[in-house]
């Protein structure tokens, strides 16, 4: 497994997952928790869809696929349904169905078309290079510190929206819902360009879901969340190395059989500690 490391690619691929692993390993937890899973994959594609047109129009790489994923941030943030019976994954999910057609749309006009849509649902790892990493750092690393500092104003939204009290919600609750759905949304637009749509929803579901059907306690949530994120990250990397398997296919498949023995765990540990017992 080391001999990879001394490759400089494995090694910017490696720390770009852990990068992403970690940050959108905890937000997972909130988006979990507020049962809005499909928000990730919504706003992936609609940053998606910025960065199809962008190379569409051979304009505004770098602002375009940002200002559509803070113009979709804005959008989700302020949907709410009143009617008992249409839930916001279903709009949120017809957000993402219809964002994805567009993109396809456009970028089977270009010259390659197939492999854009091959990179945008899984990305091009192994290709990062050391000033897309230093990007990815600092942005992340500031969305994290916001979210150390105000970690108890958006625990609260989120565990009022599990207790089912935000149908009307007041405008400070609005508020810090709209830094939540701002935070995510910048952190998905860049890792998106690095790991593709669907690695990112991995990273933002699994990591969380596991971790939640293993522990109760928030910071014990946080942490297996992380560590989730990282073993994936690792394992999915060794994989295609070893095995000559593309990076992105390879490291979901690792978030596949890391849910699985969270599930294993849910199943049988508690009947073996009262076997034991």
């Avoid at 494995?10 to 809005?36: D, P, S």
């Avoid at 500092?149 to 009022?160: K, W």
């Avoid at 989730?228 to 999915?236: H, I």
Wanted: hydrophobic share 60%; glycine share 8%.
């Amino acid at each position: 497994m080391f001999e990879m490391f001394g490759l400089s690619f494995i090694v910017n691929a490696l720390i770009a997952c852990l990068i992403m692993g970690f940050l959108l390993g905890y937000f997972g937890i909130h988006v979990v928790g507020r049962g809005i899973v499909f928000v990730d994959l919504a706003l992936g594609q609609i940053s998606s869809l910025g960065v199809a047109l962008a190379e569409f129009l051979h304009y505004g790489d770098d602002w375009l696929p940002i200002i559509f994923t803070l113009l979709g941030a804005v959008l989700l943030s302020f949907i709410h349904t009143r009617d008992p019976r249409i839930k916001l994954e279903a709009i949120i999910g017809i957000i993402y169905v219809a964002a994805s057609a567009v993109t396809v749309l456009i970028i089977s006009k270009s010259a390659h078309g197939d492999a854009d849509i091959q990179e945008v649902l899984f990305g091009a790892l192994l290709t990062v290079s050391t000033a897309e990493l230093v990007k990815l750092g600092v942005v992340f690393g500031v969305l994290a510190l916001l979210h150390v500092l105000f970690r108890n104003q958006v625990y609260r939204i989120t565990e009022r929206m599990q207790a089912g009290e935000m149908a009307k919600p007041e405008w400070k609750d609005q508020t810090w819902n709209f830094f939540f759905y701002l935070s995510i949304g910048l952190a998905i637009v860049f890792a998106v360009r690095i790991g593709g749509v669907l690695p990112v929803f991995a990273y933002l579901v699994v990591p969380a879901v596991s971790a939640l059907m293993v522990s109760r306690r928030r910071w014990m949530i946080i942490l297996v969340a992380m560590f989730n994120a990282g073993v994936a990250s690792l394992a999915g990397l060794w994989f295609s190395y070893t095995f000559d398997f593309p990076a992105g296919p390879a490291i979901v498949a690792m978030f596949g059989i890391i849910f699985l023995g969270a599930v294993m765990y849910r199943l049988f540990w508690p009947k073996m500690v009262k076997s034991v017992r």
